[in-house]
C-alpha cells in the first residue's frame, strides 16, 4: 500500500502501510482526531469522515480496544455510513484506571510521541505526587515524558520550583514555561516535529489549551480565563481531539484529568522511580516492598537522608494501588472462567440430552 500525501503530515509511514496492506486493499486507513459519544472523526487522504465502529469490532475488541484519538484505522462501510472495520496495532498507549469501571481501563490517546505532563506554578509548590503519578503513567506508555510547568511568570521563585521537580522526576527534562511571556516555549517546539504527536495531560487549569495556541500562533482552542480566587481552569476543551500545527507537529489537547488510576503499571512505576529501584536491587531480599522487611536498602537510604521519605511514601502507594489493579484483574479473570465453565456444562449436558443437532 502506498502512503497517501495528506496522511504523511499526520504521521502515517512505511510501516503503518505495511499494517494496513495486511487487510487488503478494499479498506480506506486514517487517523482518528476526534472521538465522541460513539463516533470518530477520522481524517483520510480525501478528507475527514464521521464513522462509527463495525459491529463485529465492537463484540470482538479487547478491553482499551475501541478506536480512540490518535488511532490508525481501516475504513469500510458505505459513503452514507462509513464504519471503523479495523484498528491498527498501537505503537504507544496512554492508559489509566477508568474512573468509573471498577478493573477496567481508558486509553486516553494512541500513537502518541511525546507526552507534556503539564502543571501550573500559580498558587502552590507543584504536587510532586501527581506529576510521580502522571509519569509513570506516560513511561508504561512508552512515550517520552516531559514536564512543563506552565504559567513561570506567577511564580516568585522559578528555578526551586524546577529543581524540585527535577528531584521527583529523574531522567525527565524539565521545562518551564510562561504564554504571558514567551519564556521556555522554543524549548517545547523543538518536541515538535512533521507528523510527530505530541499530547498535553494535566489537572485543570494547567493552561493545556492556552499553551496549545501560543504553539500554534492562533487561537486554534478556545480558552477562558483562570478563576483568580481558585486558579482553577474554566477552558472548553471537553474532549480529546488531535491537531495540526502550522509547522508541521501534531498536538492533542485533553480535557483536565481530575485521577490519574494506575492500571498494570509495574514497569512504568519502577522508571518514574529509576532512583527507588536502583536502590532496591541491593536490598536483602527479592520480593522487598520496602516496609519494614530486615535488610532493606531503599529504607536505610531514607534513614541516611540519601531518599526522601515523601517520595518512598509516594511510591509505596503506587505500588499498592497497580497490587489491587492486579487482584481486580486476576478475580475478574475467575469470573469469566467460571461462566466459561458453567457455559460448557449446559452444552454437555443438552448434547447427552438431546443427542447431537442434525441427527
Known amino acids: 500500500m502506498s502512503v497517501p500525501d495528506p496522511l504523511i503530515a499526520l504521521g502515517f509511514d512505511s510501516e503503518r502501510a505495511a499494517l494496513a496492506a495486511g487487510f487488503g486493499d478494499d479498506l480506506i486507513p486514517g487517523r482518528v482526531i476526534r472521538s465522541d459519544r460513539g463516533f470518530v ?38 459513503e452514507s455510513e462509513p464504519l471503523v472495520e479495523r484498528v491498527l496495532d498501537r505503537a504507544t498507549s496512554i492508559v489509566r484506571r477508568d474512573p468509573g469501571r471498577a478493573a477496567r481501563i481508558q ?35 512508552g512515550a517520552q515524558p516531559v514536564v512543563v510547568l506552565t504559567k513561570r511568570d506567577l511564580c516568585a521563585d522559578v528555578e526551586e520550583a524546577i529543581t524540585s521537580v527535577e528531584a521527583a522526576a529523574p531522567g525527565v527534562a524539565v521545562l518551564a514555561t510562561s504564554t504571558v511571556t514567551g519564556d521556555g516555549l522554543d524549548d517545547i517546539r523543538a518536541y515538535m516535529l512533521p507528523g510527530r504527536a505530541i499530547v498535553l495531560i494535566g489537572p485543570s487549569g ?15 482552542q478556545l480558552t477562558r480565563e483562570v478563576r483568580v480566587s481558585d486558579d482553577r481552569g474554566r477552558h ?6 488531535l491537531l495540526q500545527l502550522p509547522g ?17 503499571s509495574a514497569e512504568g512505576i519502577d522508571q518514574a522511580f529509576s532512583d527507588v529501584a536502583l536502590l532496591a536491587q541491593d536490598c536483602r531480599f527479592r520480593d522487598c516492598r520496602h516496609d519494614g522487611e530486615p535488610g532493606c536498602a531503599v529504607e536505610a537510604a531514607v534513614a541516611s537522608g540519601e531518599l526522601p521519605v515523601r517520595r518512598l511514601e509516594s511510591y509505596r502507594e503506587l505500588q499498592a494501588e497497580a497490587r489491587h489493579v492486579g487482584e481486580q484483574l486476576d478475580a475478574r479473570a475467575r469470573l469469566a472462567r467460571k461462566s466459561e465453565d458453567k457455559q460448557l456444562a449446559r452444552a454437555i449436558k443438552r448434547y447427552y440430552k438431546d443427542g447431537p443437532r442434525g441427527t
Open 236 to 241: 472548553t476543551t471537553v474532549s480529546r481531539e
Open 41 to 78: 472523526a477520522v481524517h483520510t487522504a480525501a478528507g475527514v469522515v464521521l464513522a462509527r465502529p463495525a459491529t463485529h469490532l465492537v463484540k470482538s475488541a479487547e478491553d482499551g480496544g475501541l478506536p480512540v484519538v490518535g488511532d490508525w484505522v481501516l475504513l469500510g462501510g458505505t
Open 107 to 141: 486509553v486516553l490517546a494512541a500513537n502518541v510521541d511525546v507526552v507534556l505532563i503539564t502543571h501550573p506554578l500559580s498558587g502552590e509548590a507543584p504536587n510532586l505526587a501527581r506529576i510521580e503519578r502522571e509519569l509513570a503513567l506516560v513511561w508504561d506508555s
Open 206 to 220: 494547567s493552561g493545556k489549551s492556552t499553551l496549545v495556541n501560543a504553539l500554534a500562533g492562533e487561537d486554534i
Open 248 to 264: 508541521g507537529g501534531l498536538v492533542i489537547d485533553t480535557p483536565g484529568l481530575r485521577a490519574v488510576g494506575m492500571w498494570d
